[in-house]
C-alpha cells in the first residue's frame, strides 16, 4: 500500500503564487548532520554613538559631506546611488555591424536616497519604541508621495545584518526610485493582475482570508494587519506583512493602519531577534503599487532572513539552486510555530 503524502516529511514543489516561481521543499534534510560555516561575531550589538560611523549624528560620510546633528529620522541622497538621474539613452543594439536581439539594453536611471531609522547607532526597529517606529512608519509615506511624482517605481527597503550584505549596522533603510519596474515588481503584477482577471478578486486579499483560516502560518494579527510565513517561502523565516482590507499604497493607510503597522513590526521583528537571540539579518522591502498600477496591487511587505539554524548559520544559495531550482528544508509551518513560540 503507498504511503500517504506528508508534507512534513517528505519532498515536494510549491508554487508562488506571486511570481510564478517555484520552490523545491524538502523537510526530510533536517534530520542531516551539519559541518557548514559558523560566525560567532553575529552576537554584539553595537553602542548607542560610533565616532567612526558615516551615518552617526554630525560624522562626515564616506563621501565628504557632514551630517547634521539629527534627533530623529534623517534621509540624504546615497553618495554612492547605483541609479542616477537624466542618465543618456543607451544606443540601439549593434554587434559586427547589425542589430541583434541578443544584446538589448535600456535607460536605467533614478535616484538613490539613505533613510536613517534612529539617531542612535545601537537601535534597530526591532528596539524602537512604537512612536519611533510610526515616524519611519510615515517617512516611507512621505518619500513614497514625493518620489512617484517622478518616477515610475520606488523601492523602500532595508539590509540588515552584515551576513546580508549591509555595509554599516547603524539602523538604516534605503529608497531606490526608477522609471523602470524593475523584474520582481514587472512579475507581481502580471500574476496580480492575471488572478483578477480570472476570479474578480485581489490575489492577496484571498491568500490573507485562507491563511487567516488555516492559521498554521501566521505568526501574529491584529485588527488590521497578517504577518505569516508564505506558503511558497523560500528563506528559513522568511516572512510577508500584509494589511487585511484592500490597500494598494503606503499612502493609501489610515491613522490607525499606520499605528497598527507600527505594532505588527515590532512584534515580528523583536520575535526574530528572540528566536536565536540575535539581532536578526534580513532583506527587506515594501512592494506598494507602481505609478498608475494600483487596480491589481495589494500593498505588501517581504521580509528575507538569511540565518538557517543559528545565530551564526545563514543559509546560502547551493549550486542546485543557482544551477536548477530554490529549494528549502525547514518548511513554512515549521518555521512559522518557531515564530510564534518566541512571540
Not at 218 to 244: C, G, K, Q
Request: aromatic share 10%; proline share 8%; glycine share 6%.
Amino acid at each position: 500500500m503507498p504511503e500517504t503524502f506528508d508534507p512534513s516529511t517528505h519532498p515536494h514543489r510549491r508554487r508562488n503564487a506571486l511570481t510564478g516561481d517555484w520552490v523545491v521543499v524538502s523537510p526530510q534534510r533536517t534530520k542531516r548532520p551539519w559541518q557548514g560555516q559558523t560566525d560567532d561575531s553575529a552576537i554584539a550589538r553595537p553602542p548607542d554613538y560610533d565616532p567612526g560611523c558615516y551615518l552617526c549624528p554630525g560624522n562626515e560620510r564616506a563621501g565628504g559631506v557632514k551630517n547634521p546633528d539629527y534627533t530623529s529620522t534623517f534621509v540624504f541622497e546615497n553618495d554612492f546611488a547605483a541609479l542616477l538621474p537624466d542618465v543618456p539613452m543607451p544606443p540601439a543594439e549593434v554587434v559586427a555591424g547589425s542589430s541583434s536581439s541578443l544584446y538589448q539594453s535600456g535607460t536605467g536611471d533614478g535616484e538613490c536616497r539613505v533613510i536613517c531609522f534612529s539617531p542612535k547607532h545601537g537601535r534597530t526597529l526591532a528596539t524602537m519604541d512604537l512612536d519611533e517606529i510610526g515616524v519611519v512608519v510615515d517617512l516611507w509615506k512621505e518619500q513614497l508621495a514625493e518620489l512617484l511624482e517622478r518616477f515610475e517605481y520606488v523601492q523602500l527597503f532595508e539590509t540588515r545584518g552584515a551576513i546580508s550584505g549591509s555595509s554599516n549596522p547603524h539602523p538604516h533603510g534605503q529608497i531606490w526610485s526608477s522609471n523602470f519596474l524593475p523584474n520582481e515588481i514587472v512579475a507581481e503584477l502580471e500574476h496580480q493582475r492575471a488572478y483578477h482577471a480570472e476570479h474578480g478578486r485581489h490575489l492577496l486579499l484571498d491568500y490573507v482570508e485562507n491563511e487567516l483560516a488555516t492559521g498554521d502560518r501566521v505568526i501574529m494579527s491584529n485588527d488590521h494587519w497578517v504577518v505569516a510565513v508564505p506558503y511558497w517561502a523560500y528563506w528559513p523565516y522568511e516572512t510577508i506583512v500584509l494589511p487585511r482590507r484592500r490597500v494598494a499604497s503606503l499612502l493609501d493607510l489610515t491613522v490607525d493602519e499606520s499605528e497598527a503597522l507600527a505594532e505588527a513590526l515590532k512584534v515580528m521583528l523583536s520575535g526574530f531577534d528572540r528566536l536565536f537571540n540575535t539581532p536578526f539579518p534580513y532583506c527587506s522591502g515594501w512592494h506598494t503599487a507602481p505609478r498608475g498600477q494600483a487596480a491589481h496591487w495589494q500593498l505588501h511587505a517581504h521580509y528575507y532572513p538569511p540565518l538557517l539554524r543559528s545565530a551564526d548559520v545563514a543559509k546560502i544559495p547551493a549550486s542546485y539552486e543557482l544551477l536548477a531550482n530554490l529549494q528549502r528544508d525547514l518548511t513554512p509551518e515549521t518555521a512559522a510555530a518557531n515564530l510564534r513560540n518566541v512571540l
